[in-house]
């Protein structure tokens, strides 16, 4: 959620362990009907898109705005550094699921990666999402 507390994190413990057991990293939370996504483990999640008409690409990261994302030195640097590169639009919004495994199918999924609350930023190869392994080009290419 919005505050760093051990409460946050013990019920992800189970779930990250039968994850790891099946050879994944982290989990990739999702929330309500939607399947919006809110994190990467315990950090925030950002995906690098190309529209639908192939024009503007943005990055996107959920909003602080809800209050299930925790806010981080990290997230915001790099959300200003993004913003002054002036190369794509960079984007507070939420994003399902369903949005990420299309735009996959598409090519339009170019990068994502976690970022965490103090300094790491960790590049994602894939998500289940499913039973489907959506593959992700961890270096952007």
């Known amino acids: 959620g919005g505050s ?3 409460g946050n994190y013990a019920p992800t413990m189970k779930p990250g362990a039968d994850a790891a057991s099946k050879g994944y990293a982290q989990i990739l939370w999702v929330f309500g009907p939607e399947d919006e996504v809110t994190e990467v483990g315990a950090m925030n999640v950002f995906f690098f898109l190309q529209s639908e008409d ?3 690409r ?3 990261t959920p909003p ?3 209050g299930d994302i925790l806010p981080g030195v990290t997230r915001q640097s790099i959300l200003e550094l993004t913003k002054d590169w002036g190369e794509f639009d960079v984007v507070e919004r939420g994003i399902t699921m369903p949005e990420i495994r299309d735009a996959a ?3 339009r999924l170019i990068e ?3 970022a965490g609350t103090a300094a790491v ?3 994602i190869s894939h998500i289940q ?3 489907v392994d959506i593959e992700i080009p961890a270096t952007g290419e």
Do not use: I, Q
Request: aromatic share 8%; proline share 4%; net charge positive.
């Open 129 to 131: 999402y499913k039973g």
């Open 121 to 123: 930023v960790t590049p």
């Open 4 to 6: 760093k507390v051990g």
């Open 105 to 107: 199918a598409n090519g």
């Open 112 to 114: 994502a990666f976690g």
């Open 58 to 60: 943005e990055l996107v």
């Open 54 to 56: 192939g024009k503007t």
């Open 64 to 66: 602080l705005s809800r």
